[in-house]
């Protein structure tokens, strides 16, 4: 079965700071990658997705993530944090099916919360 | 073009009632998806479903929930006999084809609070 490990279940960082979180997943094939963004009593906004077509995916709000098979990690990165960035942010993995398509469900990871101090 | 609309917003129930949970996916998407969210965990898949058919429902407990997305009209989550181990978010996502790669929707979802 798949599974998702997002290391840190909190993050601080400071306004204008590196954000950096961590992301692992376990499959036999590399899966389809997301990361999801949550503001509080929201629904979940996806910020990026890698689907094989290039390792570094860039996604909304300057967020970034590399795919790197040998590590098993699919880390999403923003050079400077702003104070909006401040919510809860989950990893997720979907089945890579046959012809290419994937399943239906995702696999989340327990979420991170991003803080972020002025 | 409205997003994925999930109602009631909150809900809350005495132990032993019913829940329905509504969800109407984006226009155009006949795929939908529910997930659960337990306090201080990530989204626990439940229930796949296409317009008159459940595709996967690995997810569900075994007894007391069940889903169906008619032919007309939203898709249910039906909770029956509800206990307070049932007290979680419950989103509803939709894609126009089956699964996430090509584009999958999450509504604001529904607060269930069993007292």
């Known amino acids: 079965a798949q599974s998702v490990t997002q290391l840190g279940s909190h993050v601080s960082v400071s306004e204008g700071a590196l954000v950096l979180l961590r992301c692992n997943y376990s499959?036999?094939?590399?899966?389809?990658l997301f990361w999801y963004v949550q503001y509080p009593n929201q629904g979940l906004q996806l910020l990026l997705k890698?689907?094989?077509?290039?390792?570094l995916v860039k996604g909304i709000n300057g967020f970034e993530a590399e795919f790197k098979k040998s590590e098993t990690s699919f880390h999403l990165t923003k050079p400077s944090a702003h104070m909006s960035d401040a919510a809860e942010y989950f990893c997720a993995v979907s089945d890579r099916g046959a012809g290419g398509t994937s399943y239906g469900k995702l696999t989340f990871g327990q979420g991170t919360i991003l803080t972020v101090h002025p | 073009n409205a997003g994925v609309m999930q109602n009631p917003r909150h809900l809350v129930r005495r132990r032993g009632q019913e829940a329905r949970l509504r969800c109407s996916p984006m226009?155009?998407?006949?795929?939908v998806y529910w997930y659960r969210q337990l306090p201080e965990e990530g989204l626990k898949f439940m229930v796949y479903?296409?317009?008159?058919?459940?595709?996967?429902e690995s997810g569900m407990p075994k007894e007391r929930f069940s889903a169906e997305f008619p032919k007309e009209g939203p898709s249910i989550l039906r909770i029956q006999q509800v206990v307070r181990g049932d007290s979680a978010a419950y989103f509803c996502a939709s894609s126009p084809i089956g699964g996430p790669y090509y584009g999958y929707t999450f509504g604001s979802g529904t607060r269930l609070t069993v007292v």
């Open positions: 890698y689907t094989s077509a290039a390792t």
């Open positions: 479903l296409q317009k008159e058919n459940i595709i996967d």
């Open positions: 499959s036999s094939v590399p899966p389809y």
């Open positions: 226009k155009g998407h006949s795929h």
